[in-house]
């Protein structure tokens, strides 16, 4: 009789932190908000919207639909849950060691912060802002002065036997000229 009663009181316990977590997949995303909200199809098939994405400070992200999740239900609570965690099987970069970090999308662009002070970037497309664009306008100015050097080697003269004659070693000097000038437009273009 007492193991039946003391069941029947921790019951509703037991069904509370049963509920408490839930496994659940991202069917959408809203990223417009003070925080991020999701949608989610718990994995018993229930449907839960407007759930909150926590994210630690400083990083942020907007998960791609089918993203696998974890709620935190409050008590067990299934009126308020808050997402703790997003992970993407297929985008995750791997082979990681340990103590790296990287930051990556399912377009498999990374950050990656690797052991032995190395930093690896992949994109397609590397765009710089800020408020005085310092680096690239450093990078322009060095192309400006390959250009304006090399010009000057090319024009250049020097004494023979038969008198001041151009050097004009460079036989594809049109060629190399027209590289650096592109070059020096393609750092310009990187200033946003």
Request: glycine share 6%; hydrophobic share 40%; net charge negative.
């Amino acid at each position: 009789m007492e193991a039946r009663f003391l069941e029947r009181v921790l019951a509703p316990i037991k069904r509370r932190i049963l509920m408490m977590l839930a496994r659940s997949v991202v069917l959408d995303s809203n990223d417009s908000k003070k925080v991020q909200q999701l949608k989610l199809k718990i994995l018993s098939g229930e449907i839960r919207d407007n759930i909150e994405s926590f994210q630690n400070y400083g990083v942020t992200s907007r998960p791609p639909d089918g993203a696998e999740a974890l709620i935190v239900f409050i008590g067990g609570n299934r009126d308020h849950g808050i997402c703790v965690g997003v992970n993407d099987r297929e985008s995750r970069l791997k082979d990681l060691e340990k103590g790296e970090v990287a930051l990556f999308t399912d377009e498999e662009n990374y950050i990656w912060l690797k052991r032995d002070k190395e930093l690896h970037v992949r994109a397609d497309k590397l765009k710089f802002q800020g408020e005085t664009d310092e680096l690239m306008q450093v990078l322009v100015d060095i192309t400006s002065e390959l250009v304006d050097a090399f010009d000057t080697l090319y024009q250049d003269t020097t004494n023979t036997i038969f008198g001041p004659m151009q050097l004009n070693s460079f036989a594809n000097y049109e060629t190399i000229k027209d590289n650096l000038d592109a070059l020096k437009t393609k750092l310009e273009g990187l200033k946003v």
